[in-house]
């Protein structure tokens, strides 16, 4: 062993650009994995479902190679990164344990958002950055007009450019040489005290959690006794092993290496992200951590059938064991029954959770809204709301509320020139402010792109945007925010009232000027999906006492036996039997009843 023979890389690029399909490559080509037909691209890193099927990566995953140059042999490790803008704070972490950053670029596709984002974490890390040009095999590709490109924007030589086509191969040889040349290996010592940095965890059935882990200092073996600088506990290494990508047990890690350990850890919580790990008795002084992730998006989720509550939240539970972004609290509705409450990074990763508790634990649920979290200013304190019923009424906020506040991001959009003018209009439709733009590429001709940065509120982001964003610019229009603060905002609680009675789980936080819009909208929609009833329902939005719209439900009465003669009493009572099986799946609302179907419908956007 020697810390020479080790490199340590991430692969960091705009979503699509081909970050999974280059790493299949790299392991393919390093025969950690059996090659797979050309064409075919199973991609090995991506382990969960939803991954698969939504061909975007969300956990980061880890493997080591070994490649053999002049006869040495390397571990090249390799931490995969997802590429969401939602999963921003997973590519920070995976980049920790790294020295070196493939900038991965499409060739037809050029610059994006998040390419500069990614581009300035690993910057600001200080890592080597590789520029990688991919998908040159595309009749699209125009990689002169990138190298150009990504000198200006990066300040790239374009010497240093590799071009290949991840998908057939073509090139990739030339960078893993690259990642062998270029990047740096990790120093460390093995005789220094151990100083390991704990980067991600999973969690195991069988072992509990599973920590990945970087060695600085020092050697790690089976049987060691650690301790962990941020929890102060004490733990006993009982298995220790390296991602090859699939677990390979060893004898011990050594500086510069990447792994992972079982220690007796019984809740993911005690596996702290950024912590640093030494021995028991040694002090060493602690690596700088991350900020914890943040809860940005927050929805309810309850059971379609409330008697299904305690195996739903088990399931949540479990399920937040391998994503420990998002947080858990319970919340009772009077319409919905017992749930919880959930906050995510984002409205993807909402969605990534919602789609693998459906996948893999079978659940049956509603999911709320999202909201995201309001800072309420009263005159002696402040107070944090992400759930629409705790938001102040009117008469509250008139007696004793100073001021609200929204948080806001700070968002770039790229987008060729043609679309700019839809871009602005989207971004004023959506309250931005500070809007500023400048070209990005200027002199390039043709393909003229400008950049975009203004401050918009998160919650405007939350809903349409993103699909809005796509659409008004024909897809060319890439992404990518971070946050902004707070800033004070006119918002006030919207409730709907059936037949004159609140639903709390249909409240929603609205800015004053699209209250109009937003209660027409939703009382429309209510009365499409909502059944008539055996009298006539008033659909209502309110703020505070003022009604913003209304509609109204005409009276119904189903009579299902209408149609049948008498005598068939058989027939008769099937048809009654499944009409209160019917009536069995309703909810009910206020004083009517929706059927869990209206609910779902209401609830997709
Ligand atoms: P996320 O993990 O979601 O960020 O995506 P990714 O960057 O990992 O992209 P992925 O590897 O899934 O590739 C995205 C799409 O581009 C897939 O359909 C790939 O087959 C395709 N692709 C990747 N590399 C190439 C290439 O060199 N040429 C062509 N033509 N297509 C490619």
């Given at each position: 062993?020697?810390?020479?023979?080790?490199?340590?890389?991430s692969?960091?690029?705009?979503?699509?650009?081909?970050?999974?399909?280059?790493?299949?490559?790299?392991?393919?080509?390093?025969?950690?994995?059996?090659?797979?037909?050309?064409?075919?691209?199973?991609?090995?890193?991506?382990k969960?479902?939803?991954?698969?099927?939504?061909?975007?990566?969300?956990?980061?995953?880890?493997?080591?190679?070994?490649?053999?140059?002049?006869?040495?042999?390397?571990?090249?490790?390799?931490?995969?990164?997802?590429?969401?803008?939602?999963?921003?704070?997973?590519?920070?972490?995976?980049?920790?344990?790294?020295?070196?950053?493939?900038?991965l670029?499409?060739?037809?596709?050029?610059?994006?958002?998040?390419?500069?984002?990614?581009?300035?974490?690993?910057?600001?890390?200080?890592?080597?950055?590789?520029?990688v040009?991919?998908?040159?095999?595309?009749?699209?590709?125009?990689?002169?007009?990138?190298?150009?490109?990504?000198?200006?924007?990066?300040?790239?030589d374009?010497?240093?450019?590799?071009?290949?086509?991840?998908?057939?191969?073509?090139?990739?040889d030339?960078?893993?040489?690259?990642?062998?040349?270029?990047?740096?290996?990790?120093?460390?010592?093995?005789?220094?005290?151990?100083?390991?940095?704990?980067?991600?965890?999973?969690?195991?059935?069988?072992?509990?959690?599973i920590?990945?882990?970087?060695?600085?200092?020092?050697?790690?073996?089976?049987?060691?006794?650690?301790?962990?600088?941020?929890?102060?506990?004490?733990?006993?290494?009982?298995?220790?092993?390296?991602?090859?990508?699939?677990?390979?047990?060893?004898?011990?890690?050594?500086?510069?290496?990447?792994?992972?350990?079982?220690?007796?850890?019984?809740?993911?919580?005690?596996?702290?992200?950024?912590?640093?790990?030494?021995?028991?008795?040694?002090?060493?002084?602690?690596?700088?951590?991350?900020?914890?992730a943040?809860?940005?998006?927050?929805?309810?989720?309850?059971?379609?059938?409330?008697?299904?509550?305690?195996?739903?939240?088990?399931?949540?539970?479990?399920?937040?064991?391998?994503?420990?972004?998002?947080?858990?609290?319970?919340?009772?509705?009077?319409?919905?029954?017992?749930?919880?409450?959930?906050?995510?990074?984002?409205?993807?990763?909402?969605?990534?959770?919602?789609?693998?508790?459906?996948?893999?634990?079978?659940?049956?649920?509603?999911?709320?809204?999202?909201?995201?979290?309001?800072?309420?200013?009263?005159?002696?304190?402040?107070?944090?709301?992400?759930?629409?019923?705790?938001?102040?009424?009117?008469?509250?906020?008139?007696?004793?509320?100073?001021?609200?506040?929204?948080?806001?991001?700070?968002?770039?959009?790229?987008?060729?020139?043609?679309?700019?003018?839809?871009?602005?209009?989207?971004?004023?439709?959506?309250?931005?402010?500070?809007?500023?733009?400048?070209?990005?590429?200027?002199?390039?001709?043709?393909?003229?792109?400008?950049?975009?940065?203004?401050?918009?509120?998160?919650?405007?982001?939350?809903?349409?945007?993103?699909?809005?964003?796509?659409?008004?610019?024909?897809?060319?229009?890439?992404?990518?925010?971070?946050?902004?603060?707070?800033?004070?905002s006119?918002?006030?609680?919207m409730?709907?009232?059936?037949?004159?009675?609140?639903?709390?789980?249909?409240?929603?936080?609205?800015?004053?000027?699209?209250e109009?819009?937003?209660?027409?909208?939703?009382?429309?929609?209510?009365?499409?999906?909502?059944?008539?009833?055996?009298?006539?329902?008033?659909?209502?939005?309110?703020?505070?006492?003022?009604?913003?719209?209304?509609e109204?439900?005409?009276?119904?009465?189903?009579?299902?036996?209408?149609?049948?003669?008498?005598?068939?009493v058989?027939?008769?009572?099937?048809?009654?039997?499944?009409?209160?099986?019917?009536?069995?799946?309703?909810?009910?609302?206020?004083?009517?009843?929706?059927?869990?179907?209206?609910?779902?419908?209401?609830?997709?956007?």
């Amino acid at each position: 062993y020697t810390c020479d023979l080790i490199r340590n890389f991430s692969i960091i690029a705009h979503i699509d650009h081909g970050k999974s399909t280059l790493a299949d490559r790299l392991l393919e080509l390093t025969g950690t994995i059996k090659k797979k037909e050309v064409g075919k691209n199973e991609q090995v890193l991506d382990k969960l479902k939803v991954e698969r099927e939504r061909g975007i990566t969300v956990k980061a995953q880890t493997a080591s190679m070994i490649h053999t140059v002049d006869g040495r042999q390397h571990i090249l490790n390799l931490i995969d990164t997802p590429g969401h803008v939602d999963f921003a704070w997973e590519v920070s972490r995976s980049m920790a344990a790294c020295q070196g950053a493939l900038l991965l670029v499409d060739a037809s596709q050029g610059v994006q958002a998040q390419t500069i984002s990614v581009f300035h974490i690993a910057r600001e890390r200080g890592l080597k950055i590789i520029p990688v040009l991919n998908k040159i095999d595309l009749p699209a590709a125009q990689p002169e007009l990138l190298a150009a490109q990504m000198e200006s924007t990066f300040g790239i030589d374009p010497a240093e450019i590799i071009s290949i086509s991840a998908k057939t191969g073509k090139g990739v040889d030339a960078v893993l040489k690259a990642i062998v040349e270029r990047i740096p290996p990790p120093s460390g010592k093995t005789t220094g005290p151990l100083k390991a940095f704990l980067f991600d965890s999973l969690y195991d059935r069988y072992r509990g959690v599973i920590s990945l882990i970087a060695i600085q200092d020092g050697v790690l073996k089976k049987g060691d006794r650690i301790a962990s600088c941020h929890t102060r506990k004490k733990y006993e290494v009982t298995d220790i092993g390296i991602m090859h990508p699939e677990e390979i047990p060893v004898n011990g890690l050594y500086p510069g290496q990447v792994g992972f350990i079982a220690c007796n850890m019984k809740e993911s919580s005690e596996a702290h992200i950024g912590d640093t790990l030494h021995r028991p008795g040694t002090t060493v002084e602690p690596m700088p951590g991350f900020k914890p992730a943040k809860a940005m998006v927050y929805a309810g989720i309850f059971p379609v059938d409330t008697s299904d509550f305690p195996k739903l939240e088990e399931s949540i539970k479990r399920l937040a064991l391998t994503d420990r972004s998002v947080t858990i609290q319970r919340e009772s509705s009077t319409a919905l029954g017992q749930g919880c409450r959930l906050g995510f990074l984002g409205t993807l990763h909402m969605d990534v959770f919602r789609q693998r508790l459906e996948d893999e634990y079978d659940a049956n649920i509603i999911i709320t809204a999202p909201t995201v979290p309001y800072k309420i200013v009263y005159k002696d304190r402040e107070v944090y709301v992400s759930n629409p019923t705790e938001f102040p009424d009117a008469s509250e906020m008139a007696s004793k509320v100073i001021e609200v506040q929204e948080p806001v991001v700070k968002a770039s959009i790229i987008v060729p020139e043609d679309y700019f003018g839809d871009m602005m209009d989207l971004c004023y439709t959506h309250r931005a402010e500070e809007l500023e733009h400048r070209y990005l590429d200027a002199g390039t001709g043709t393909s003229a792109r400008i950049m975009l940065n203004c401050v918009v509120p998160l919650s405007e982001i939350v809903t349409d945007f993103f699909d809005q964003l796509k659409s008004r610019s024909s897809g060319f229009a890439s992404f990518d925010y971070e946050e902004g603060g707070y800033k004070a905002s006119d918002l006030a609680k919207m409730v709907f009232l059936l037949n004159g009675k609140p639903v709390d789980a249909l409240a929603l936080i609205v800015h004053r000027s699209h209250e109009d819009d937003i209660g027409r909208a939703w009382v429309k929609k209510l009365v499409k999906v909502i059944p008539r009833q055996m009298y006539e329902v008033p659909i209502q939005a309110a703020v505070g006492k003022k009604i913003i719209a209304r509609e109204t439900l005409s009276a119904y009465r189903a009579d299902v036996t209408a149609g049948l003669y008498g005598g068939h009493v058989e027939r008769k009572m099937k048809v009654l039997e499944r009409q209160k099986e019917g009536k069995a799946r309703m909810k009910r609302m206020g004083t009517v009843d929706l059927p869990q179907e209206a609910f779902f419908e209401i609830m997709k956007k």
